[in-house]
């Protein structure tokens, strides 16, 4: 299987901070990985996908970038509503497989 | 596209943990789509549970095989999933969710059933 390895596990950020979260995978995945973002007590929400392309009607603040096993998500300018737990997925291999989370909340 | 969970909320240990995803705003008879299915214990990561193509192509979680059965319901636009000898490591919040062409992204969730196995 391959694992997808996510840093930091949690981090506090203020209002209007750029925000960079991580997403390591465990062998080559090419560019076969989407972003996710779940508040509290909701359904994941699909944000980027094949790395980099941004979800019809998600914000321009959220983007992505990586390829291979190295991968990044930023928040430019973090907003309220953006409180919450991002996970990454990969679907190079099978099984299909997510990373265990980063969890953003405001300082 | 909007899909919704249901079943029961509670399974007794050893019996068979099944769900139905109702599909509506579009038609799970198509080839560009696939039916997913996708668990998330309580206050734990996502886990992907398995995925079917209208076409009868299907993909499993490793550690779930043998126990899982995903098929496709044309006739009322929905998807089921069916999980044998269930144990409390099964309780879990269940998501059905749409993968694209590629087998993902999932672009489209369900909000979730909370399934506990109980005795």
């Known amino acids: 299987d391959i694992q997808m390895t996510q840093s930091p596990s949690s981090l506090s950020a203020s209002l209007g901070d750029s925000v960079t979260l991580t997403c390591q995978a465990s062998?080559?995945?090419?560019?076969?990985l989407n972003w996710y973002q779940q508040k509290p007590g909701k359904a994941p929400k699909l944000l980027i996908y094949?790395?980099?392309y941004l979800e019809p009607g998600v914000p321009s603040r959220f983007s992505g970038s990586g390829a291979g096993t190295h991968f990044t998500f930023t928040i430019n300018s973090l907003q309220p509503e953006d409180i919450g737990t991002y996970y990454c997925?990969?679907?190079?291999?099978?099984?299909?497989?997510f990373g265990g989370g980063t969890t953003v909340d405001l300082k | 596209l909007q899909l919704q969970e249901s079943g029961p909320g509670l399974v007794k240990p050893s019996e068979t943990l099944s769900l139905t995803c109702t599909v509506s705003g579009g038609s799970i008879s198509t080839s560009s789509y696939n039916w997913v299915w996708i668990r998330q214990p309580p206050g734990k990561g996502l886990e992907w549970i398995g995925s079917?193509?209208?076409?009868?192509?299907?993909n499993f979680s490793p550690s779930l095989r043998g126990r899982v059965t995903i098929s496709v319901d044309t006739s009322n636009n929905s998807f089921s999933l069916t999980l044998n000898s269930v144990t409390a490591a099964d309780t879990a919040v269940y998501y059905c969710?749409?993968?694209?062409?590629?087998?993902?992204?999932?672009?489209?969730w369900g909000q979730g059933t909370l399934v506990t196995v109980s005795s």
């Open positions: 969710a749409r993968g694209g062409y590629n087998w993902s992204p999932f672009d489209t």
């Open positions: 062998q080559d995945i090419n560019f076969y």
């Open positions: 079917m193509f209208y076409s009868g192509t299907t």
């Open positions: 997925q990969q679907y190079d291999n099978f099984p299909l497989t």
């Open positions: 094949d790395a980099s």
